[in-house]
């Protein structure tokens, strides 16, 4: 990953949190995107960077085409390329079916949706160009598995393999992979303002999935790692 230019979405949570410390240690250009700035700012501030210009953050709203287009022009106008692109955004809201309003179905289906939609369909254009590039979209345990209290939520991450697939159909005589990662329950923020009752000790930590997508990264230049699985011991879905 020396040198490499990796636009992380969802920067600031747990997972792109854990995954850019990592890739900065690993000599990585990583540019910084989420929609809370101050977040962003107080990121980069904290990481281990050798030079100036291995940071680059910029403050996004990916459910906005006009911004994620921004985003992607900046990546390449400041660093001259995209070689990765990791969707770390997401939103859930777990209710009963009969529960979910309007504004939750909303939010979820244009974060988790259309967002990673946004990001994938405009990064994979500047990668086309190289005939070179690397996506990895975090689905969740819940892009594959259904599960009560999750319609909505399962709606979105089903959506989001979906198009993956569709993508990476097209995109593969470019020489752009995709990588779907189907995580469990990962402790980060993410539960912060889930209503349900979960014991967060025995979920993953962030830097399990972290190294997780940085060995799909580090994989020979002819593998495709298309899949990763990776559970809780406690809770395993089969």
Known sequence: MQD????VVGA??????ALTRKLILAGSHVVLAAKNSDRLTALASQLPIANANQVLTVPTDITDPSQV????????AELGQIDVLVNAAGAGVLKQYNKIEPTDLDLMLD?????????????SEVMKNRKSGHICNIIGILGKHSMAMASA???????????????AEELKRF???FTLFYFGGVDSPFWD???LKVDRSK????????????????????AVPMEINIQPESHLFF
């Open 111 to 123: 974060l988790n949706l259309k967002g990673s939609f946004y990001t994938c369909q405009a990064a």
């Open 69 to 76: 287009e921004r985003l992607i022009q900046k990546a390449v």
């Open 4 to 7: 490499k230019v990796v636009v």
């Open 203 to 222: 979920m993953l930590t962030p830097e399990t999935a972290a190294d997780a997508i940085l060995f799909a990264l580090n994989a020979d230049p002819q």
């Open 175 to 177: 020489g752009i992979k």
């Open 193 to 195: 303002n889930v209503s």
């Open 153 to 167: 939520y399962c709606a979105s991450k089903f959506g989001v393999v979906g198009f993956s697939k569709c993508m």
């Open 12 to 17: 600031t949570g747990g997972i792109g949190s």
